[in-house]
Nanobody
Framework: VQLQASGGGLVQAGGSLRLSCAAAGSIDSLNAAAWYRQAPGGERELVAGITSDGRPSYRDSVAGRFTISGDNAKKTVYLQMNSLKPEDTARYYC??????????????WGQGTRVTVSS
């Protein structure tokens, strides 16, 4: 099982980006998922999460600006980021709770995608 994150880039403050995290491999179900980020010199922090029944949660600094969603048919999780601020600059990582076809349930990490917001 692999997670492939994409959608990062350079954007001006106030702009938008949509991150995608696609799961591939021998997957039975994509359960909960989350997006984390790590700024240069900083620690990895939880940005948003979504439960297996679609309930989202957000860190305070992104609530109202970011939206996490999932598409089980495509085995993909998204993070729509609006009204971006320079302090959102970081490498964004997806994490997913996946049950494979062998019945094993594990957490997987994507490789990360860089988001840079210019002022």
């Amino acid at each position: 099982v692999q997670l492939q994150a994409s959608g990062g880039g350079l954007v001006q403050a106030g702009g938008s980006l949509r991150l995608s995290c696609a799961a591939a491999g021998s997957i039975d179900s994509l359960n909960a998922a989350a997006w984390y980020r790590q700024a240069p010199g900083g620690e990895r922090e939880l940005v948003a999460g979504i439960t297996s029944d679609g309930r989202p949660s957000y860190r305070d600094s992104v609530a109202g600006r970011f939206t996490i969603s999932g598409d089980n048919a495509k085995k993909t999780v998204y993070l729509q980021m609006n009204s971006l601020k320079p302090e959102d600059t970081a490498r964004y990582y997806c994490n997913a709770d996946i049950t494979d076809r062998g019945g094993y349930r594990l957490h997987y990490w994507g490789q990360g995608t860089r988001v840079t917001v210019s002022s």
